[in-house]
T-cell receptor, first 114, second 113 residues
Framework: EPEVTQTPSHQVTQMGQEVILRCVPISNHLYFYWYRQILGQKVEFLVSFYNNEISEKSEIFDDQFSVERPDGSNFTLKIRSTKLEDSAMYFC????????????FGEGSWLTVV | GENVEQHPSTLSVQEGDSAVIKCTYSDSASNYFPWYKQELGKRPQLIIDIRSNVGEKKDQRIAVTLNKTAKHFSLHITETQPEDSAVYFCAVVGNFGNEKLTFGTGTRLTIIP
Protein backbone atom coordinates (compact mmCIF):
# COMPACT_ATOMS: atom_id res chain seq x y z
CA GLU A 1 0.00 0.00 0.00
CA PRO A 2 1.40 3.44 -0.91
CA GLU A 3 2.53 5.53 2.03
CA VAL A 4 3.50 9.08 2.81
CA THR A 5 7.18 9.09 3.77
CA GLN A 6 8.96 11.67 5.89
CA THR A 7 12.56 12.53 6.70
CA PRO A 8 14.17 12.92 9.12
CA SER A 9 12.35 10.85 11.71
CA HIS A 10 13.99 12.85 14.49
CA GLN A 11 15.97 16.08 14.49
CA VAL A 12 17.52 18.05 17.30
CA THR A 13 18.35 21.67 16.54
CA GLN A 14 19.58 24.75 18.33
CA MET A 15 17.14 27.56 18.93
CA GLY A 16 17.35 30.09 16.09
CA GLN A 17 18.50 27.56 13.53
CA GLU A 18 16.66 26.77 10.31
CA VAL A 19 15.08 23.38 9.87
CA ILE A 20 13.72 21.69 6.76
CA LEU A 21 11.40 18.73 7.09
CA ARG A 22 10.86 16.63 4.00
CA CYS A 23 7.94 14.59 2.78
CA VAL A 24 7.10 12.44 -0.21
CA PRO A 25 3.30 12.33 -0.58
CA ILE A 26 1.46 9.44 -2.18
CA SER A 27 2.12 9.72 -5.91
CA ASN A 28 -1.40 10.30 -7.27
CA HIS A 29 -2.45 12.65 -4.49
CA LEU A 30 -3.02 16.31 -5.22
CA TYR A 31 -3.56 17.85 -1.76
CA PHE A 32 -0.69 18.09 0.69
CA TYR A 33 -0.67 19.11 4.34
CA TRP A 34 1.47 19.71 7.36
CA TYR A 35 0.13 19.10 10.85
CA ARG A 36 1.91 19.25 14.15
CA GLN A 37 1.38 17.59 17.50
CA ILE A 38 2.96 18.89 20.67
CA LEU A 39 3.66 16.04 23.08
CA GLY A 40 0.47 14.88 24.76
CA GLN A 41 -1.77 17.24 22.83
CA LYS A 42 -4.06 17.02 19.84
CA VAL A 43 -3.02 17.17 16.22
CA GLU A 44 -3.15 20.72 14.84
CA PHE A 45 -3.47 21.86 11.26
CA LEU A 46 -0.66 24.04 9.92
CA VAL A 47 -1.10 24.39 6.17
CA SER A 48 -2.67 22.86 3.08
CA PHE A 49 -1.15 23.03 -0.39
CA TYR A 50 -2.76 22.44 -3.76
CA ASN A 51 -1.79 23.27 -7.32
CA ASN A 52 1.57 24.65 -6.19
CA GLU A 53 0.19 27.16 -3.76
CA ILE A 54 -1.03 27.40 -0.19
CA SER A 55 -4.79 26.89 -0.07
CA GLU A 56 -5.24 27.43 3.64
CA LYS A 57 -3.08 28.08 6.69
CA SER A 58 -3.67 28.32 10.41
CA GLU A 59 -2.67 31.07 12.80
CA ILE A 60 0.24 28.86 13.87
CA PHE A 61 1.71 29.08 10.37
CA ASP A 62 3.33 32.49 10.71
CA ASP A 63 6.15 34.12 8.75
CA GLN A 64 8.67 31.70 10.28
CA PHE A 65 7.11 28.84 8.34
CA SER A 66 7.12 28.17 4.63
CA VAL A 67 6.29 25.24 2.38
CA GLU A 68 7.57 24.28 -1.00
CA ARG A 69 7.17 21.60 -3.62
CA PRO A 70 10.64 21.80 -5.19
CA ASP A 71 10.07 18.97 -7.64
CA GLY A 72 7.40 16.50 -8.67
CA SER A 73 7.70 14.32 -5.60
CA ASN A 74 8.91 16.23 -2.52
CA PHE A 75 6.98 18.57 -0.24
CA THR A 76 8.95 20.47 2.39
CA LEU A 77 8.25 22.47 5.53
CA LYS A 78 10.85 25.06 6.50
CA ILE A 79 11.07 26.74 9.88
CA ARG A 80 13.40 29.72 9.49
CA SER A 81 14.38 30.48 13.07
CA THR A 82 13.28 27.76 15.43
CA LYS A 83 11.92 28.48 18.89
CA LEU A 84 11.65 26.19 21.89
CA GLU A 85 7.89 26.02 21.39
CA ASP A 86 8.37 24.59 17.89
CA SER A 87 9.34 21.29 19.52
CA ALA A 88 6.71 18.86 18.32
CA MET A 89 5.96 15.96 16.01
CA TYR A 90 5.34 17.25 12.50
CA PHE A 91 3.15 15.11 10.29
CA CYS A 92 2.97 15.42 6.54
CA UNK A 93 -0.23 14.18 4.92
CA UNK A 94 -1.78 13.91 1.51
CA UNK A 95 -5.15 13.21 -0.04
CA UNK A 96 -6.46 12.35 -3.47
CA UNK A 97 -8.85 14.93 -4.84
CA UNK A 98 -11.29 12.27 -5.92
CA UNK A 99 -11.57 11.01 -2.35
CA UNK A 100 -11.93 14.37 -0.71
CA UNK A 101 -11.37 14.24 2.99
CA UNK A 102 -9.57 10.90 3.23
CA UNK A 103 -6.21 12.08 4.45
CA UNK A 104 -3.23 9.80 4.92
CA PHE A 105 -0.47 10.69 7.37
CA GLY A 106 3.24 10.05 7.24
CA GLU A 107 5.12 8.61 10.20
CA GLY A 108 6.12 12.03 11.42
CA SER A 109 9.29 14.01 12.08
CA TRP A 110 10.02 14.62 15.71
CA LEU A 111 11.64 18.05 16.13
CA THR A 112 13.40 18.95 19.35
CA VAL A 113 14.58 22.53 19.74
CA VAL A 114 17.16 23.08 22.48
CA GLY B 1 -13.53 28.41 12.82
CA GLU B 2 -14.58 24.87 13.55
CA ASN B 3 -14.57 23.76 17.19
CA VAL B 4 -14.52 20.06 18.02
CA GLU B 5 -15.06 18.76 21.54
CA GLN B 6 -14.34 15.16 22.49
CA HIS B 7 -15.36 13.18 25.57
CA PRO B 8 -14.23 11.46 27.64
CA SER B 9 -10.54 12.32 27.79
CA THR B 10 -9.74 8.94 29.34
CA LEU B 11 -11.71 5.70 29.27
CA SER B 12 -10.96 2.33 30.84
CA VAL B 13 -13.04 -0.71 29.98
CA GLN B 14 -12.80 -4.40 30.72
CA GLU B 15 -11.69 -6.57 27.84
CA GLY B 16 -14.75 -7.73 25.94
CA ASP B 17 -16.89 -4.77 26.94
CA SER B 18 -17.87 -1.90 24.65
CA ALA B 19 -16.35 1.57 24.47
CA VAL B 20 -18.07 4.72 23.26
CA ILE B 21 -16.38 8.04 22.50
CA LYS B 22 -18.36 11.14 21.58
CA CYS B 23 -17.57 14.30 19.66
CA THR B 24 -19.49 17.47 18.98
CA TYR B 25 -18.71 20.06 16.34
CA SER B 26 -19.77 23.61 15.69
CA ASP B 27 -19.91 24.13 11.90
CA SER B 28 -23.15 22.77 10.46
CA ALA B 29 -21.56 22.78 6.97
CA SER B 30 -19.03 20.11 8.00
CA ASN B 31 -19.45 17.03 5.86
CA TYR B 32 -16.78 14.45 6.66
CA PHE B 33 -16.06 12.85 10.03
CA PRO B 34 -13.07 10.49 10.37
CA TRP B 35 -11.79 8.73 13.46
CA TYR B 36 -8.09 8.14 13.98
CA LYS B 37 -6.27 5.75 16.28
CA GLN B 38 -2.84 6.81 17.48
CA GLU B 39 -0.43 4.55 19.31
CA LEU B 40 2.40 6.08 21.30
CA GLY B 41 4.93 7.77 19.03
CA LYS B 42 3.09 6.75 15.88
CA ARG B 43 1.09 8.54 13.24
CA PRO B 44 -2.70 8.84 13.37
CA GLN B 45 -4.23 5.88 11.56
CA LEU B 46 -7.66 6.22 9.96
CA ILE B 47 -9.93 3.53 11.39
CA ILE B 48 -13.35 4.55 10.15
CA ASP B 49 -15.04 7.56 8.61
CA ILE B 50 -18.52 8.75 7.82
CA ARG B 51 -19.89 11.34 5.44
CA SER B 52 -22.77 13.68 6.07
CA ASN B 53 -25.26 11.81 3.91
CA VAL B 54 -25.00 8.69 6.10
CA GLY B 55 -26.23 8.19 9.66
CA GLU B 56 -24.27 5.10 10.61
CA LYS B 57 -21.38 3.02 9.34
CA LYS B 58 -19.96 -0.22 10.65
CA ASP B 59 -16.73 -2.08 10.04
CA GLN B 60 -16.45 -5.31 12.05
CA ARG B 61 -16.13 -4.28 15.71
CA ILE B 62 -16.07 -0.56 14.99
CA ALA B 63 -19.04 1.66 14.20
CA VAL B 64 -19.63 5.37 13.88
CA THR B 65 -22.94 7.19 14.21
CA LEU B 66 -23.67 10.72 13.07
CA ASN B 67 -26.43 13.06 14.17
CA LYS B 68 -26.20 16.11 11.91
CA THR B 69 -29.10 17.89 13.58
CA ALA B 70 -27.43 17.74 16.97
CA LYS B 71 -23.94 18.10 15.43
CA HIS B 72 -22.42 15.13 17.16
CA PHE B 73 -20.93 11.82 16.18
CA SER B 74 -19.72 8.82 18.14
CA LEU B 75 -17.28 5.95 17.86
CA HIS B 76 -18.40 2.57 19.14
CA ILE B 77 -15.96 -0.29 19.70
CA THR B 78 -17.50 -3.62 20.66
CA GLU B 79 -15.79 -6.73 22.10
CA THR B 80 -12.75 -4.69 23.03
CA GLN B 81 -9.31 -6.29 22.95
CA PRO B 82 -6.01 -5.23 24.55
CA GLU B 83 -4.72 -4.05 21.16
CA ASP B 84 -7.51 -1.48 21.09
CA SER B 85 -5.63 0.45 23.78
CA ALA B 86 -4.52 3.74 22.19
CA VAL B 87 -5.48 7.39 21.89
CA TYR B 88 -8.47 7.97 19.63
CA PHE B 89 -9.09 11.28 17.89
CA CYS B 90 -12.21 12.40 16.13
CA ALA B 91 -11.86 14.94 13.34
CA VAL B 92 -14.05 17.08 11.14
CA VAL B 93 -13.65 18.40 7.62
CA GLY B 94 -15.64 21.44 6.61
CA ASN B 95 -17.56 22.24 3.51
CA PHE B 96 -16.53 21.69 -0.08
CA GLY B 97 -13.17 23.21 -0.88
CA ASN B 98 -11.93 23.04 2.68
CA GLU B 99 -9.61 20.08 3.12
CA LYS B 100 -8.52 20.91 6.65
CA LEU B 101 -8.96 18.37 9.43
CA THR B 102 -9.91 19.85 12.78
CA PHE B 103 -9.16 17.33 15.51
CA GLY B 104 -10.76 16.69 18.83
CA THR B 105 -8.65 16.62 21.98
CA GLY B 106 -8.34 12.84 22.04
CA THR B 107 -9.47 9.98 24.26
CA ARG B 108 -6.98 7.65 25.88
CA LEU B 109 -8.62 4.24 25.83
CA THR B 110 -7.23 1.54 28.10
CA ILE B 111 -8.49 -2.03 27.83
CA ILE B 112 -8.13 -3.91 31.09
CA PRO B 113 -7.35 -7.62 30.56
Amino acid sequence: EPEVTQTPSHQVTQMGQEVILRCVPISNHLYFYWYRQILGQKVEFLVSFYNNEISEKSEIFDDQFSVERPDGSNFTLKIRSTKLEDSAMYFCASSEMAVRGTIYFGEGSWLTVV
Amino acid sequence: GENVEQHPSTLSVQEGDSAVIKCTYSDSASNYFPWYKQELGKRPQLIIDIRSNVGEKKDQRIAVTLNKTAKHFSLHITETQPEDSAVYFCAVVGNFGNEKLTFGTGTRLTIIP
